[in-house]
């Protein structure tokens, strides 16, 4: 995770989080609220649904925790490393990788999907399942994060957050203790992110870069991003009271460089795929509308007056 400077930008979310609460499952609700405020430090318990994917017992990877039994991770963490499935655990509830933590488990897997369009860096298909062999507990450290419905877009400009034990800069590794890293990265349209990647490449602007499955976060000008060891991990963002995997770490030219913000795999691609292997899966409609704040009593009313819709909206697409 590179930081190297702050910036602020305003925008306001009208979530429908409490709409959730008609699914069975909760998730997406950290006991922790409180976090290092232009920090980098986590604070323990933020991120529950924070997965360490190791090989060996070292870490390699991020991933979040989905279900008692699953997690999502990027297919690029296995894919091509030529390295036994049986070498790999889950490890959800650490804080300080250096150290030991009560509040941890690792699990080895049981099943491994990777998704069968990704062949390559930049393909789309970037995602991978893990279906863990012990079973998880929740607890205020493990938690499961939230699945957006298929209809869900994150407008860009939204502040979004990564987090992970990725390195700090291009080459250069977290030191210890490993303290779980924190950014907010604000979302960049599909369209300005293919035409950042395109500035000082040789790939024809007619040839996309950012796939439809993708999503880009991060600044023009860099400074904070994802990074090596971060992929897999999550991108959240907050609606209403609760938050909600909106990608997961893919890829990148190099780290926090100008022009090239970190790129996502766009989870909303992804639900059928999700749900054929984790029938038990639930998504959850949000709405998330950056608005400037002298439009909000007009928003409002007129959300007010379209509430009712969207719910018959939701009701039908379950
Ligand atoms: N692919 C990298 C990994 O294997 C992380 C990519 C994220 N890069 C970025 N600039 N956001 O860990």
């Given at each position: 995770?590179?930081?190297?400077?702050?910036?602020?930008?305003?925008?306001?979310?009208?979530?429908?989080?409490?709409?959730?609460?008609?699914?069975?499952?909760?998730?997406?609700?950290?006991?922790?609220?409180?976090?290092?405020?232009?920090?980098?430090?986590?604070?323990?318990?933020?991120?529950?649904?924070?997965?360490?994917?190791?090989?060996?017992?070292?870490?390699?990877?991020?991933?979040?925790?989905?279900?008692?039994?699953?997690?999502?991770?990027?297919?690029?963490?296995?894919?091509?490393?030529?390295?036994?499935?049986?070498?790999?655990?889950?490890?959800?509830?650490?804080?300080?990788?250096?150290?030991?933590?009560?509040?941890?488990?690792?699990s080895t897997i049981q099943t491994l999907i990777?998704?069968?369009?990704?062949?390559?860096?930049?393909?789309?298909?970037?995602?991978?399942?893990?279906?863990?062999?012990?079973?998880?507990?929740?607890?205020?450290?493990?938690?499961?994060?939230?699945?957006?419905?298929?209809?869900?877009?994150?407008?860009?400009?939204?502040?979004?957050?990564?987090?992970?034990?990725?390195?700090?800069?291009?080459?250069?590794?977290?030191?210890?203790?490993?303290?779980?890293?924190?950014?907010?990265?604000?979302?960049?349209?599909?369209?300005?992110?293919?035409?950042?990647?395109?500035?000082?490449?040789?790939?024809?602007?007619?040839?996309?870069?950012?796939?439809?499955?993708?999503?880009?976060?991060?600044?023009?000008?860099?400074?904070?991003?994802?990074?090596?060891?971060?992929?897999?991990?999550?991108?959240?963002?907050?609606?209403?009271?609760?938050?909600?995997?909106?990608?997961?770490?893919?890829?990148?030219?190099?780290?926090?460089?100008?022009?090239?913000?970190?790129?996502?795999?766009?989870?909303?691609?992804?639900?059928?795929?999700?749900?054929?292997?984790?029938?038990?899966?639930?998504?959850?409609?949000?709405?998330?509308?950056?608005?400037?704040?002298?439009?909000?009593?007009?928003?409002?009313?007129?959300?007010?007056f379209f509430l009712p819709f969207l719910l018959?909206?939701?009701?039908?697409?379950?």
């Amino acid at each position: 995770m590179a930081a190297f400077h702050s910036m602020a930008a305003v925008f306001l979310y009208l979530g429908l989080g409490h709409l959730a609460l008609a699914s069975a499952q909760v998730c997406g609700m950290p006991s922790v609220s409180d976090r290092i405020v232009n920090g980098q430090d986590a604070v323990e318990g933020a991120w529950p649904w924070q997965v360490s994917l190791q090989v060996d017992n070292k870490h390699i990877c991020g991933g979040s925790v989905i279900t008692e039994n699953w997690i999502v991770s990027a297919a690029h963490c296995y894919y091509g490393l030529n390295i036994s499935q049986s070498r790999y655990t889950a490890c959800v509830g650490e804080y300080q990788l250096t150290y030991g933590n009560p509040n941890a488990v690792c699990s080895t897997i049981q099943t491994l999907i990777l998704h069968p369009s990704y062949t390559a860096t930049g393909d789309p298909g970037d995602i991978m399942l893990m279906e863990l062999s012990t079973p998880l507990n929740f607890t205020n450290y493990i938690m499961p994060i939230c699945l957006p419905s298929p209809f869900v877009q994150v407008p860009s400009g939204t502040q979004c957050w990564t987090s992970g034990w990725g390195h700090i800069n291009s080459s250069v590794p977290l030191s210890d203790p490993k303290t779980l890293q924190q950014v907010m990265v604000p979302i960049i349209d599909r369209s300005t992110c293919d035409a950042m990647y395109h500035i000082g490449s040789t790939v024809p602007a007619s040839t996309q870069i950012i796939l439809s499955d993708m999503i880009c976060a991060g600044y023009q000008a860099g400074g904070k991003d994802s990074c090596q060891g971060d992929s897999g991990g999550p991108l959240v963002c907050k609606a209403g009271d609760s938050w909600f995997l909106a990608g997961v770490v893919s890829w990148g030219d190099g780290c926090a460089q100008a022009y090239r913000p970190g790129v996502y795999t766009l989870v909303t691609a992804y639900n059928s795929w999700i749900k054929t292997w984790v029938p038990d899966v639930t998504f959850q409609p949000y709405i998330i509308s950056p608005i400037p704040s002298s439009n909000i009593k007009i928003t409002m009313s007129a959300f007010s007056f379209f509430l009712p819709f969207l719910l018959l909206l939701c009701l039908n697409a379950f």
